[in-house]
């Protein structure tokens, strides 16, 4: 089983784009040309998703569906994240889960097993009213939160070791109040978030991979500039996930101090940037609401060039 | 919409029992008398969980099912969750999924709506290969994760308002190594979960029942009860869920800390040991597999009993 971070980065450079494409699709915001198509907010998600995927593939190493906007639509909404994350993998793309999950002991295995294993089929006789039997969601990587510690995040790591998966753990967040445990300053001098880090590094050190990056990377928002290069440092190994670029006010100059100086060791991520590119003010009148994946495309190239710049 | 928290209590002095039953399902675990009668995993962990609703349901005010176990076995899984939530509501039941949920903005507000909201059925046509139109998971409470600070919170702390639902953050888990960021030491004095305990107190402000409750919770494991005592003087609002009894080592004596002068403010959860209980040495030779339900009644009889003696 190849090394997650090893893949990962392998894909980063194949495809000369740091970028992570979110999917976190709101049905009340995705275009009426392709809700019309079809009878049910699910197949409508996937459709939308799937557009995006088609337009994204050759260009973009990975996506990141978030679960919040799967689960809001209850069943529907999760046939289609299954669909979406099923579909990115077909068209080679790494697909990493943003669920934040985190619990301890038996139950993040479970969530480990829902997220980062090929689960066997049921063994047992079909049964109509079961639409599916083959298992759970089958991802690459699963974002995770460290607030229970080690005992809720190294079941997880067991499953990257034997799988080759990956989890990216919550270290610093974009939001405003991030900082109201994260940057608090506890006895050892470190804040929470640099402790998290440290633990990071820790956590990750039984899945470095060829490329001397860890499976088990870290969460660290990119509206914090400063903050992020100083935990940079004390993760050295580990790939960063960056949000917060674009719609919440990351830019390429604001996230290339994630990144290391062989030009690799992060990922940057934009949502809505990406998936409504199509109403951008930048772009009127370029592109119609039917085009909204080539507008997709337009905007995850652009955003690529324009980090590979700030990081050369 | 009458307030979460008057309605949860009101059903603990309806029952006069302070007891969550956990229902956390794992396939490999249950009953092959139960089993054998399916045909899908999903249909076989919501027949193990009807069975003990019913067996639960007049003697116990709650269900948390835990949603990794649903989430590990897939669709299949996240179908018995739904069902399972639906029948222990048509019971009577206050129904706590415990998701442990976390994110920002618009994302908290996903799974706000996806656990704590009765969405709208699609308004758009019948489509045979979707098997659920009605919405999302409509439970009475979530379970939270604080790290992200108030935005990561307040979006939920907004629904349990509007639509009489409840949410519980963690404060200070059950587990070993809880420890590792929740006891450390900031430079208020407090520690990270002291300082957890403060900021439930004050998200809490705006959803205050009649009974001097608010509808948002707190998570504080049965196995520090020191702590325990310490926590609940910073949260004296809060109703407070204790997980870590029985399997995990907590007993009536450990969890009373949790509970105020008023013999209120707690609701004590137990899993494996009522799910599992025809299992358990004390009651060998005394219930077959088949009375799986019956010996869950007897277990979570005799734990209600027990904490009320403790706190009575």
């Given at each position: 089983?190849?090394?997650?971070?090893?893949?990962?980065?392998?894909?980063i450079?194949e495809?000369?784009?740091?970028?992570?494409?979110?999917?976190?699709?709101?049905?009340?915001?995705?275009?009426d040309c392709?809700k019309?198509?079809?009878k049910?907010?699910g197949s409508?998600?996937?459709?939308?998703?799937k557009?995006?995927?088609?337009?994204?593939y050759?260009?973009?190493?990975?996506?990141?569906?978030?679960?919040a906007?799967?689960?809001?639509y209850?069943?529907?909404?999760?046939?289609?994240?299954?669909?979406?994350?099923?579909?990115?993998?077909?068209?080679g793309?790494?697909?990493?889960?943003?669920g934040?999950?985190?619990?301890?002991g038996?139950t993040?295995?479970?969530?480990?097993?829902?997220?980062?294993?090929?689960?066997?089929k049921?063994s047992?006789?079909?049964?109509?009213?079961?639409?599916?039997?083959?298992?759970?969601?089958?991802?690459d990587?699963l974002?995770?939160n460290?607030?229970?510690?080690?005992?809720?995040?190294l079941?997880?790591?067991?499953?990257?070791?034997?799988?080759?998966?990956?989890?990216?753990?919550l270290?610093?967040?974009?939001?405003k109040?991030?900082?109201q445990?994260?940057?608090?300053?506890?006895?050892?001098?470190l804040?929470?978030?640099?402790?998290?880090?440290?633990?990071?590094?820790?956590w990750?050190?039984?899945?470095?991979?060829?490329m001397?990056?860890?499976?088990v990377?870290?969460?660290v928002?990119?509206t914090?500039?400063?903050e992020?290069?100083?935990?940079?440092?004390k993760m050295?190994r580990?790939i960063?996930?960056v949000?917060?670029?674009g719609a919440?006010?990351?830019?390429?100059?604001s996230?290339?101090?994630?990144?290391?100086?062989?030009?690799?060791?992060?990922?940057?991520n934009?949502?809505r940037?990406i998936?409504?590119?199509?109403?951008?003010?930048k772009?009127?009148?370029?592109?119609?609401?039917?085009?909204y994946?080539?507008a997709a495309?337009d905007?995850?190239?652009?955003?690529s060039?324009?980090?590979?710049?700030a990081?050369?």
């Amino acid at each position: 089983m190849e090394n997650f971070a090893d893949r990962l980065l392998g894909k980063i450079q194949e495809m000369k784009s740091p970028v992570v494409a979110g999917l976190d699709p709101n049905y009340d915001k995705i275009p009426d040309c392709v809700k019309k198509n079809y009878k049910s907010v699910g197949s409508a998600l996937f459709a939308f998703n799937k557009g995006l995927i088609d337009a994204l593939y050759d260009i973009v190493p990975a996506v990141k569906p978030q679960l919040a906007y799967y689960e809001m639509y209850g069943l529907s909404g999760l046939i289609a994240f299954k669909a979406t994350v099923d579909y990115a993998k077909s068209k080679g793309m790494i697909v990493i889960a943003d669920g934040k999950r985190n619990d301890i002991g038996t139950t993040s295995e479970a969530y480990a097993k829902a997220y980062l294993e090929t689960l066997e089929k049921d063994s047992i006789a079909e049964d109509p009213t079961m639409p599916v039997k083959e298992g759970a969601f089958d991802c690459d990587a699963l974002t995770v939160n460290p607030y229970l510690g080690a005992d809720g995040i190294l079941p997880f790591v067991k499953l990257c070791e034997a799988n080759g998966r990956g989890i990216f753990s919550l270290v610093k967040t974009s939001n405003k109040s991030s900082g109201q445990l994260q940057d608090l300053k506890t006895e050892s001098g470190l804040t929470i978030s640099e402790t998290v880090a440290t633990l990071v590094d820790e956590w990750g050190a039984s899945c470095v991979g060829k490329m001397g990056y860890s499976s088990v990377g870290a969460v660290v928002g990119a509206t914090y500039p400063e903050e992020a290069e100083n935990l940079r440092k004390k993760m050295p190994r580990a790939i960063i996930l960056v949000p917060g670029y674009g719609a919440q006010g990351g830019d390429a100059r604001s996230v290339s101090v994630n990144f290391n100086k062989d030009g690799l060791g992060a990922i940057v991520n934009a949502s809505r940037s990406i998936m409504y590119a199509y109403k951008a003010d930048k772009r009127a009148g370029k592109f119609t609401e039917e085009q909204y994946a080539l507008a997709a495309r337009d905007e995850a190239a652009e955003m690529s060039k324009a980090i590979m710049a700030a990081i050369s």
